[in-house]
Structure formats: structure tokens, C-alpha cells
């Protein structure tokens, strides 16, 4: 859908290390998000582009942060990782925003032990 | 702010069984209304949406209507399927983003 790929997939890793998580779009879409699910949370934002070079906060943007160098490429960078972070982390697309609902990627799990 | 809040699960409902999600929301203005799907170990996908009141949105059997003087969308579906066993999301959007409600999980039994 809207040819989104996260990767990795699944990623085991542990506290204090930096990890970075890719979601890579082929639909040139403007919009792109980065959420993390949680149980009992549902979706939550973490942070969003809305071109290249331009990323706002979400509602859970601590510890993490974002590049957008290519319309086509949004990374998510944990500096350094905390059990806490442990979630499915899911990125997201929308042409052009408001009404359009967003296109979501497969996520990927990630584990901070 | 802006919220979504929708019944809490899992609902467990036999095959062909009649099926209604609550979900109410909190806004400012006129928010688009959407029903996420989520199956296991994938991504969400658009169910269906609804951009004003009294407008219903519907796909795949499921039906939901905007009803501002209740500020209520709520999901209905006349007779699910196993298949149908999954993880439902309301949302709304909100400028350039959405918000989501926490989520129903659904099981349907044969």
C-alpha cells in the first residue's frame, strides 16, 4: 500500500545503544509519520515531516528524533536507546494532508533489552 | 485537545452475528472521521471515512455514519466473518495529522 518499506523488520538490541529505523516511500508522498504502538495506547505520534528538511514533534518525541533529506526516505533515531522504547513502530504516508487518510507500512518491532 | 474514544475489547462475536463499535470523539470544527483495520502483524488500513456530517462511509460490508449532534461514529457490520477478526481504530484528523482512538480487538468465532 502507497509502497511503504520499514525496515529492519525486527531489531533486538540493547540499552544505551543508538538505533535508526528507515521507512522508505515510491509514492512521493509530501506527508510522513512515525508512531509507536503500544498496548493499551493505541497509535501515538512520535514525530512527522511535511517535506524535506521540514519535521515536527508529535505527543512522544522524547528520546527520538528524525531526518528527512529525500522526499522518498524518513529515518527515526533512538540516540540512545531505553527499555521504555520497546514497542512496534509504525511509519505512515498521506499525499497531502487533512481530509486524505494515511498509508501505513508493515512496522517494525523493536526490542531494547 | 482533540480525542477519540471508543469501546474497550476484545469483543468475541459468533460467525453472522450483527456487530456495532462505539466510538465518540471530542473536536473543534469538522474533522474527517476514519475506521481503521488492523490484522495481525501488519500495518493499519483504511476501512472507510467520512468527511461531514451525515455522510456515511462504507466498504467491505461495514458502515459508519458522522453524526455531529451526537459527535459519534460508531462501526456497524449486519454479519461478520472470521475473517473480519481483527484490531479496529477510530480516528479523526486533525491539521496535519490524525488521532486515534486506543483501538478494539475483535475475534469472531465459527
Known amino acids: 500500500d502507497a509502497g511503504i518499506t520499514q525496515s529492519p523488520r525486527h531489531k533486538v538490541t540493547e540499552t544505551g545503544t543508538p538505533v535508526t529505523l528507515r521507512c522508505h516511500q515510491t509514492e512521493n508522498h509530501r506527508y510522513m509519520y512515525w508512531y509507536r504502538q503500544d498496548p493499551g495506547h493505541g497509535l501515538r505520534l512520535i514525530h512527522y515531516s511535511y517535506g524535506v528538511k521540514d519535521t515536527d514533534k508529535g505527543e512522544v518525541s522524547d528520546g527520538y528524533s528524525v531526518s528527512r533529506s529525500k522526499t522518498e526516505d524518513f529515518l527515526l533515531t533512538l540516540e540512545s536507546a531505553t527499555s521504555s522504547q520497546t514497542s512496534v513502530y509504525f511509519c505512515a504516508t498521506n499525499r497531502d494532508s487533512g481530509n486524505q487518510p494515511q498509508h501505513f507500512g508493515d512496522g517494525t518491532r523493536l526490542s531494547i533489552l | 485537545g482533540d480525542s477519540v474514544t471508543q469501546m474497550e475489547g476484545p469483543v468475541t462475536l459468533s460467525e453472522e452475528a450483527f456487530l456495532t463499535i462505539n466510538c465518540t470523539y471530542t473536536?473543534?470544527?469538522?474533522?474527517?472521521l476514519f475506521w481503521y483495520v488492523q490484522y495481525p502483524g501488519e500495518g493499519l488500513q483504511l476501512l472507510l471515512k467520512?468527511?461531514?456530517?451525515?455522510d456515511k462511509g462504507s466498504n467491505k460490508g461495514f458502515e459508519a455514519t458522522y453524526r455531529k449532534e451526537t459527535t459519534s461514529f460508531h462501526l456497524e457490520k449486519g454479519s461478520v466473518q472470521v475473517s473480519d477478526s481483527a484490531v479496529y481504530f477510530c480516528a479523526l484528523n486533525r491539521d496535519d495529522k490524525i488521532i486515534f482512538g486506543k483501538g478494539t480487538r475483535l475475534h469472531i468465532l465459527p
Open positions: 473536536a473543534t470544527g469538522y474533522p474527517s
Open positions: 467520512a468527511t461531514k456530517a451525515d
